[in-house]
């Protein structure tokens, strides 16, 4: 029953595009491609209630992008770091990016969105900018 559970969630996972290696803990705040003035999914991630509602510059490659639901594209990014297995942010944004692109971004973090449907995020930019 336990490994049928376990099973589930794990295909679940995957079709959403939540899974990730797990890790133990691991945490990596190195990013050697850091542009002057961002900070690092790792220092977002590890400081999140510092960050929320306010407006943080990150850059990151590209991993996912979704067009036009809910009247926004949906860009995920990570940029080489974690905090304890968290290395993906989700961006909402009017802008058009393409998987593999790498790109500063500029936005709003909200912590524990909820959009409904099943689409809670624990933390989110909301009304991203690409910076130039």
Known sequence: MKSTILLIAFALS????????????LTTTENPNQAEGTITLAELF???????????VIRGEVKK???KIMG???IHIQDGTEY?????????????????????M???I????????GYFYKIIMEEGKIME
């Not at 959403?16 to 890790?23: E, I, M, R, S």
């Open 72 to 74: 926004k594209n949906w």
């Open 110 to 117: 909200t912590l524990d969105k909820d959009f409904g449907s």
């Open 106 to 108: 500029e936005g709003k």
């Open 14 to 25: 995957f079709t959403f595009g939540y899974a990730q290696a797990p890790t133990d803990s």
């Open 84 to 104: 304890m297995g968290e290395n993906d942010l989700t961006i909402t944004s009017q802008m058009e990016v393409k998987t593999g692109d790498v790109v500063t």
């Open 46 to 56: 590890a400081n999140k209630t510092n960050y929320a509602n306010k407006k943080v």
């Open 65 to 67: 992008y979704n067009s």
